[in-house]
């Protein structure tokens, strides 16, 4: 099960961070990624993380701008998005995947979040 929250509106140039608190993996090493949809659009990989060594993977989009992290003491993963620009305005999903794979490709992930929301206002 994977429950994200901490969307909302923020302003052009703004920063805002997501979490996703995740449950039920068999398995100890798994992935975690994080997703995003606009109207009209087909869902997108932002990044992931490993959990097994913490590696994580980016979308050129958000490159330099968005920081995925981990604590699997508390099963949480956390989006971190800076300098957010209106493009950025989309649903995020997070998504899990079990087995530790470096992928934002949408088709290997197993579950996923029901999503939030997220406006970037010029």
């Known amino acids: 099960q994977l429950v994200e929250s901490g969307g909302g509106l923020v302003q052009a140039g703004g920063s805002l961070r997501l979490s996703c608190a995740f449950s039920g993996f068999v398995f100890d090493d798994y992935t975690i990624g994080w997703f995003r949809q606009a109207p009209g659009k087909e869902r997108e990989g932002v990044a992931c993380?490993?959990?097994?060594?913490?590696?994580?993977l980016y979308a050129n989009s958000v490159k330099g701008r968005f920081t995925i992290s981990s604590d699997t003491a508390t099963n949480m993963v956390y989006l971190q998005m800076n300098n957010r620009n209106p493009e950025d305005t989309a649903d995020y999903y997070c998504?899990?995947?079990?087995?530790?794979?470096?992928?934002?490709?949408?088709?290997?992930?197993?579950?996923w979040g029901q999503g939030d929301q997220v406006t970037v206002s010029p």
């Open positions: 993380i490993m959990t097994n060594d913490d590696s994580t």
């Open positions: 998504g899990g995947l079990e087995i530790a794979s470096d992928t934002v490709d949408r088709g290997e992930y197993d579950d």
